[in-house]
Nanobody, 121 residues
């Protein structure tokens, strides 16, 4: 059983910072890409930032220069450092990863349960 567990969300004032963490656990064989998506009320889920195995990243234009994604392969954990937060960053943030469990030979996509980020004064 593989699962992703997020932490680090909360309420922050505009201009503030938060750091999200997502740890993968269970019978993990290998992990390909890891990243973050978000979904605001009434909107579709959108990509925030993804870190690929080769080290390349995909980052949404709306967060470039403010958010940084990083990964600790030894801990199977991905982080999202969010600086200069804006009210429009308010959303539920979901961790996403492509993981091959030890019992299979293919990769599957896993999602975390989501963590709420609210930016408000």
């Amino acid at each position: 059983q593989v699962q992703l567990v997020e932490s680090g969300g909360g309420l922050v004032q505009p201009g503030g910072s938060l750091r999200l963490s997502c740890a993968a656990s269970g019978s993990i064989g290998s992990i390909d890409r890891m990243g973050w998506y978000r979904q605001a009320p009434g909107k579709q889920r959108e990509l925030v930032a993804v870190l690929n195995t080769g080290g390349t990243t995909n980052i949404a234009d709306s967060v470039k220069g403010r958010f940084t994604i990083s990964r600790d392969n030894a801990k199977n954990t991905v982080y999202l450092q969010m600086n200069y937060l804006k009210p429009e960053d308010t959303a539920v943030y979901y961790c996403n990863a492509n993981i091959r469990a030890t019992s299979v030979i293919y990769y599957e996509t896993y999602w975390g349960q989501g963590t709420q980020v609210t930016v408000s004064s």
